[in-house]
T-cell receptor, first 109, second 112 residues
Framework: KNEVEQSPQNLTAQEGEFITINCSYSVGISALHWLQQHPGGGIVSLFMLSSGKKKHGRLIATINIQEKHSSLHITASHPRDSAVYICAAYSDSWGKLQFGAGTQVVVTP | NAGVTQTPKFQVLKTGQSMTLQCAQDMNHEYMSWYRQDPGMGLRLIHYSVGAGITDQGEVPNGYNVSRSTTEDFPLRLLSAAPSQTSVYFC???????????FGPGTRLTVT
């Protein structure tokens, strides 16, 4: 069983739609990361958060520590948002980052 | 800053061959790590290092060796390549284990 679960696995949206990706984890964590992997393969860090909410442009990440759950929202989605989005969580009990399997997002014009 | 660099970008090996994947960073990060990425699976940690001279195993270390003689470099050695090691390999670095991760561009390895 994965310690970090993401849903959905795949998501297709039309340009302009609001997108939500979910991430849940099994133990108390000290930080959660959201990463983006473009079709070319490179991975970039979008957010690192331990509580509340962070916003960068059209991307919003939230975390609920009690529920052991985080969401990544994309507002007014655009075809250039097409990518794999990966969440990763760090817990002292693991001593390392645990990664979700990723969510493939396709935004059509 | 160049960030995290990896070489080569692509490599094809025959079963039993050995090779070294290179990783370097110029951000003075203490923490460096190697991951492999396979279809349908999340990134899996192979080996990591919390500083020069210190390395430790991740969740899938078998068949791989690492060393960290300098802060900048963290090479990954495949001792005797097997088809099961066909994968995309990413090197990453961060200030500390739980800080923002910076990834290299990846190496696509095929073992025939």
């Amino acid at each position: 069983k994965n310690e970090v679960e993401q849903s959905p696995q795949n998501l297709t949206a039309q340009e302009g739609e609001f997108i939500t990706i979910n991430c849940s984890y099994s133990v108390g964590i000290s930080a959660l990361h959201w990463l983006q992997q473009h079709p070319g393969g490179g991975i970039v860090s979008l957010f690192m958060l331990s509580s509340g909410k962070k916003k960068h442009g059209r991307l919003i990440a939230t975390i609920n520590i009690q529920e052991k759950h985080s969401s990544l929202h994309i507002t007014a989605s655009h075809p250039r948002d097409s990518a794999v989005y990966i969440c990763a969580a760090y817990s002292d009990s693991w001593g390392k980052l645990q990664f979700g399997a990723g969510t493939q997002v396709v935004v059509t014009p | 800053n160049a960030g995290v660099t990896q070489t080569p970008k692509f490599q094809v090996l025959k079963t039993g061959q050995s090779m070294t994947l290179q990783c370097a960073q110029d951000m003075n990060h203490e923490y460096m790590s190697w991951y492999r990425q396979d279809p349908g699976m999340g990134l899996r940690l192979i080996h990591y290092s919390v500083g020069a001279g210190i390395t430790d195993q991740g969740e899938v270390p078998n068949g791989y060796n690492v060393s960290r003689s300098t802060t900048e470099d963290f090479p990954l050695r495949l001792l005797s390549a097997a088809p099961s090691q066909t994968s995309v390999y990413f090197c990453a670095s961060s200030y500390q284990t739980n800080y923002e991760q910076y990834f290299g561009p990846g190496t696509r390895l095929t073992v025939t």
